[in-house]
């Protein structure tokens, strides 16, 4: 069975700098998508970036960025220059190219932002 | 796009009484999908649908839930009865699916907040 973990259950950055958000998982499949989602105050749950596991280049969408590590079955999130509207939950997923459309979560990481 | 939509937001009911949540999914997605979140379990799916039809429920608590989907455009959650442990928010989301780009992508609504006294 396939399983996402989170280890960080809180993390901190100052405003305009770095913070890296950790997740692993385990699988037997060789192709899958992965994702981060994010959960601000207001609950909505907003796809943050997608990775295809076929894909070796790391996603990217404006300040969030990926490192992929396949062989280590590591997906950690990247965040530049912080802002006070990234302060959120920040959940991982994980899903197979085939058969299921099952999306398996992990249990979040909170993210602060400090002004 | 409107996005999915759920409704109530809100919902406070008593022990006992009958508690149906709504959603339309975004138009063109065949996919459907019913979460419920809470601080103990997180996020667990309980049902997905594609095509309208039911196609994992294992996730499902007990009788007590079920979930319709009549058409592409609608769904309903129905708790009969419920309990204080069925408090939570529920979310739902939709899908593509097909062969169309990022058909895999899960869009979620903004959830419905359960609280049941």
């Known amino acids: 069975a396939q399983t996402v973990t989170q280890s960080q259950p809180e993390m901190s950055v100052q405003e305009a700098e770095t913070v890296t958000l950790s997740c692993t998982y385990d699988?037997?499949?060789?192709?899958?998508?992965l994702f981060w989602y994010k959960q601000p105050p207001s609950r909505q749950m907003i796809l943050v970036i997608r990775q295809e596991a076929y894909k070796q280049q790391n996603a990217t969408e404006n300040r969030f960025s990926v490192n992929f590590q396949k062989a280590a079955k590591s997906f950690s999130l990247k965040i530049s220059d912080s802002q006070l509207g990234d302060a959120a939950m920040y959940f991982c997923a994980y899903r197979r190219i085939s058969g299921t459309y099952k999306y398996i979560f992990g249990t979040g990481t909170r993210l602060k932002v400090l002004a | 796009d409107a996005g999915v939509i759920q409704s109530p937001r809100h919902e406070v009911t008593e022990m006992g009484q009958e508690v149906t949540l709504r959603c339309k999914p975004i138009?063109?997605?065949?996919?459907l999908f019913w979460y419920r979140q809470t601080m103990m379990r997180g996020l667990e799916l309980l049902i997905y649908?594609?095509?309208?039809?039911?196609?994992?429920d294992s996730g499902m608590p007990e009788d007590r839930f079920s979930a319709k989907m009549p058409n592409a455009s609608f769904s309903t959650l129905k708790i009969q009865p419920s309990e204080p442990r069925d408090s939570a928010v529920y979310f739902c989301?939709?899908?593509?699916?097909?062969?169309?780009?990022?058909?895999?992508?899960?869009?979620f609504g903004p959830g419905t907040r359960l609280t049941v006294t």
């Open positions: 989301a939709s899908s593509p699916g097909g062969g169309r780009d990022r058909a895999y992508e899960q869009y």
């Open positions: 699988t037997s499949e060789s192709d899958y998508y």
């Open positions: 138009s063109g997605h065949n996919s």
């Open positions: 649908f594609n095509n309208n039809v039911p196609i994992d």
